[in-house]
């Protein structure tokens, strides 16, 4: 039978597949099922940070495997070892709990402000206050934390205890944090799902010196913006904010399944024996895969990362749209429906995302400088015509 027809008749109808199979990729580039070639400016939603089937993942990847492919969190192994203190190295963050997705990366991370706050406050601190217009996934827990009432329909009761509030609107945080009883604020600084807003530098420094005021623990969803993709290891060090708990995962693994929750000083030790775990958490071959994409990532891969996402705003605002975003994090507001570019740059040759009414990329971190030209030519004419 046909793939496609397969997927259709036994896959749950939870997603909207563009009539598209891809069938193999190398970097920046993948094939269909006619072998035709594509430029994917998507990196399966920001995780293939070097592309696909990079050389020195792959060779990471392949080595776990044939060394130590699983074992339970009953033992010690080196590569999930390495790749938390790498992490804390580069963040100066203390401890890390490892999982498998986006998800349960903030489910850790409400887990930790609940009870930093019940030791701390009381019991009843359980509140967390989360943007509108955030993702943060799709767990009952973390679509409750998500500000989007489209995504709670049909799916209540959520877990108790989100308070939402515009981003940008700080006097409107303020009277939520004085009126109710907080244990944090959850935020994306540059929201992904959301359209791709990222916030003010002003705003961002004033949640920071409320939750310092008020012992809040602030927690950065970095699972779109972290891992190099605006520009900075993670995006809140372009402001020099200090979170309490960070969450990571999509480009972490570079392609493989990892989540990631960062505990300051503050929280580290808020976990322990038996009040969390996972399963697949930390396994040595997602970790040898996470340790051999954020070892790469250093002060000149950023640099290139926010010299090719300044050429994509600029090549593209020529055309007259309004370009929003940090680093290859970007979002594209035009007049000509997003559906319709992304339909017609398909035709072309180029995959691209959506976020709300816009056109969203998240092309691979080492898309070279060609093919990336390329690319955003395409887009461009799409656009304009
Ligand atoms: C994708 C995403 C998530 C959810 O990640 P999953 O791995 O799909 O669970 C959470 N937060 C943000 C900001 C995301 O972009």
């Known amino acids: 039978m046909n793939i496609k027809e397969l997927d259709k008749q036994y896959i749950a109808n939870t997603y909207r597949r563009f009539d598209l199979q891809i069938v193999s990729g190398k970097g920046a580039l993948c094939c269909d099922e006619n072998g035709k070639e594509y430029i994917d400016m998507t990196s399966g939603i920001g995780v293939n940070s070097f592309g696909y089937c990079d050389d020195v993942w792959q060779k990471a990847i392949e080595e776990q495997a044939r060394t130590l492919s699983h074992t339970s969190n009953l033992y010690y192994t080196e590569p999930c070892a390495k790749l938390a203190h790498m992490l804390c190295e580069k963040t100066g963050m203390k401890k890390v709990f490892f999982s498998n997705s986006g998800a349960e990366a903030n489910e ?77 604020v959850m935020l994306e600084v540059v929201q992904g799902e959301g359209g791709v807003n990222a916030l003010s530098e002003g705003y961002l420094k004033a949640v920071q010196k409320l939750c310092d005021e008020n012992d809040l623990v602030l927690i950065i969803d970095e699972v779109q913006t972290g891992i190099g993709r605006t520009g900075y290891f993670y995006s809140y060090m372009r402001y020099g904010l200090h979170p309490d708990v ?85 979002g594209i507001k035009t007049d000509k429906p997003v559906s319709e570019i992304i339909s017609e740059c398909m035709e072309k040759g180029v995959l691209c995302l959506s976020a709300k009414e816009k056109l969203r990329l998240l092309p691979p971190l080492s898309i070279e400088w060609d093919t990336l030209k390329k690319a955003v030519e395409i887009i461009k004419n799409v656009i304009a015509a």
């Open 108 to 184: 850790c991370a409400v887990k930790v402000a609940r009870k930093y706050a019940a030791e701390h406050k009381g019991a009843e601190y359980y509140n967390i206050i989360t943007l509108n217009k955030s993702f943060h996934g799709r767990t009952l827990t973390t679509l409750a934390a998500t500000g989007q009432d489209n995504f709670h329909q049909l799916f209540t009761p959520l877990t108790e205890g989100f308070l939402y509030v515009d981003a940008e609107d700080i006097e409107g945080l303020k009277k939520l944090a004085a009126e109710n009883k907080v244990a944090g």
């Open 246 to 330: 960070v969450s990571s995962a999509k480009g972490l693994a570079g392609g493989l399944p990892m989540g990631a929750t960062l505990m300051s000083e503050k929280v580290e030790s808020v976990l322990g024996f038996g009040d969390h775990g996972s399963t697949f958490g930390g396994n040595p071959v997602c970790a040898a895969a996470a340790l051999s994409v954020i070892s790469r990532i250093d002060s000149n891969f950023l640099s290139q990362v926010e010299k090719k996402g300044a050429y994509i705003k600029e090549e593209l605002e020529k055309t007259g749209a309004e370009v929003s975003g940090l680093g290859m994090m970007l």
